[in-house]
């Protein structure tokens, strides 16, 4: 019998034990904390694919650890900060996740591992897990590999003379310096 696993109510454990995996998609509007990423209209996003699977890691000596396999990726169109119009930007996520039995435990051992550390819920969300991890992998600056109109690069006017506009406040102490001799 085929055990049926709710990505939004996954027990952990379970899922790891049996070394289940999970896969789907959707439209970027049902993940409302990533599509508020989204600039403008002119370009459509692409489904939203994910991928889960769980596994046991053997312990000499000790329990098995969980770990949870995250995959994710979205084209999701952004505002270009060269030019300013929209870039359809290919957003991914991929990450390996340790479970320990409670909080405590996580915040201790997050200090001194490396792996991403969370504590085991046996209702726990893993479509906004995928999401926390898509937002935290958006560009910092989304750009185009070319822009489709030529950027001005120029921060000058040319018709700007700075000379011109006011004298220079240190004229008037080179005059004290040349002052009458004693």
Same mark, same amino acid.
């Given at each position: ?8 109510? %996954? +027990? !952990? /454990?379970?899922?790891? #034990? ?6 789907? $998609?959707?439209?970027? &509007? ?57 870039? %359809? +930007? !290919? /957003?991914?996520?991929? #990450? ?6 409670? $909080?405590?435990?996580? &915040? ?75």
């Amino acid at each position: 019998m085929e055990k049926k696993m709710d990505p939004r109510h %996954l +027990d !952990v /454990v379970s899922f790891a #034990r049996d070394a289940i995996g999970l896969k789907g $998609e959707g439209n970027l &509007a049902d993940w409302p904390r990533l599509a508020e990423e989204q600039f403008g209209s002119a370009l459509s996003p692409g489904l939203l694919l994910w991928q889960l699977q769980g596994r046991m890691v053997p312990q000499p000596g000790g329990t098995d650890e969980i770990w949870l396999d995250l995959k994710a990726s979205v084209r999701l169109p952004m505002q270009c900060q060269r030019c300013l119009s929209p870039v %359809l +930007d !290919v /957003v991914a996520a991929e #990450r390996s996740l340790r479970f320990v039995a409670d $909080e405590a435990t996580a &915040a201790a051992l997050d200090d001194e591992s490396e792996d991403d550390i969370l504590a085991i819920s046996r209702d726990f969300d893993a479509l906004a897990l995928i999401e926390d991890e898509l937002i935290l992998s958006l560009p910092l600056v989304p750009l185009h590999e070319v822009c489709p109109e030529t950027v001005p690069m120029s921060a000058v006017d040319p018709e700007f003379d700075a000379a011109s506009e006011r004298p220079n406040p240190f004229g008037v102490l080179a005059g004290l310096k040349t002052g009458p001799p004693k």
